[in-house]
């Protein structure tokens, strides 16, 4: 890999874009296309440029893959989660109007905390299935 | 001029598709297939449906590819020559795409206000989750909170699918890694290299807890 400069330099300069990137798409997914399926993608994306160009162990040490299955798990935890609180405050599942004094606001509260869920176990799975894929060794026959 | 957008995507669509048919390489054929969902998310843009094209744009052309160029690192970019004739095969793809041109009959033609989509439920999405939910993007208002459950169980398919991906990824003809314990550990691969590396971690134990170390420490503390 030491002899594609152009590569290293170009991903280097290209990957703290892409993870901008998936968060605008993230919170800008009120106002105009994207959401938290979207970001994750992005977001996986970027630590997938940095795997294919610095290599997996590399990657590794930035994000280890502990970290990836604990997010992939936490996302979903968090969007039931926020089911639950909204349980709690005396609404039905998953009905963030409780979420707030101001129904509206909790809808916006309620949305903004199930789309991170989601962010998260997207950003984890695509992540943790690269691992998978590209840990594995190739089995010669 | 939409119209031509159209008919050139579907063009270019469908040389794609052929390509990838006649491809025996593999790599090139994740290649194309990654453009043919690039085409795809560009349909998507022209019947307005933004957000399904971002996704595809996404997820398919760009993290599905990924994971097949990664799979073809494991098994090779050679197709096998086919040990059957594909007369059969070929029948029952012409039959299927006959039943599925025939059920496109049926349906009401694209973008009519009179379909019955458009008569259920997305009038009131349309008209008041201004008011209900305050986002101006209807499509997130629908996805997070109308319909918040669907979205709920579709996190969990995606982390459902993950957990199948590493269960089978984790059994048969072992590379040098497993998960167990919640953890990746290291593993030999063969019994040559279990001999060497038993060998070292033994050496390694039995320096780590000698005795004389502990002793020599005692004595230092």
Redesign the interface.
Known sequence: MDDRVILRVGAKILIPFILLFALYVQFHGDYGPGGGFQAGVIFAAGFVLYALIYGLENVKKVLPPQAVYICSALGVLLYAGVGYVTMALGGNFLDYGVLAHDPEHGQHYGILLVELGVLITVFGVMVAVFYAFAGRRRVDT | MVEFVDIALLVLLGITAFSIIRQKNLFAAVMLAGIYSLLSAGLFVVMDA??V???EA??GA??ST??ML??L???GHSEHQPQHRPILPLFVVILTGAVLVYGTLDIPPFGDASNPAHHHVAPHYLEESE???????V???V???YR??D??GE??V??A??VG??LL?SLG?R???VFSN???ITVAASEKDASEGGAEEAQEDTLQISPEEKTLGDTNG
Request: aromatic share 8%.
């Open positions: 933004v957000d094209a971002f996704t996404a997820v760009g993290i990924i994971l990664g799979t690192a494991l098994v008011h209900e939910i305050g986002i101006p993007n499509v997130t208002s996805l997070a909170s918040g459950y979205t709920m996190t969990t995606i982390f699918a993950l991906v590493l990824l003809p590379p040098r890694r919640g953890r990746w």
